[in-house]
């Protein structure tokens, strides 16, 4: 199945691109995504699909946007 993944910010730099379509298997988690981009797991972000949070084990879909960011903080 096809997921478009955005990346923001410094993962841009640190990945090699700013957004990209994958082709994953069926029941790919947003976890195992986030894994073949090769985020460390351990490395604070902000996941959401198609505009929603969403949770690690959650099953994404054929045509899903997945948003990978950094967490900010500061003022």
Known sequence: MKITVK??????QV???????????EGTTAEEL???VSIDKSR??????NGRAVVP???LAEGDRVV??????GG
Request: negative net charge; hydrophobic residues 45%; without cysteine.
């Open 15 to 25: 990945f090699g691109f700013s957004e990209k379509e994958l082709d994953v298997p």
């Open 44 to 49: 604070p972000k902000i996941v959401t699909r």
């Open 57 to 59: 084990d959650e099953a």
């Open 68 to 73: 990978i960011s950094p967490i900010y903080s």
């Open 7 to 12: 990346l923001i910010g410094p993962f841009v």
């Open 34 to 36: 986030i894994s073949l």
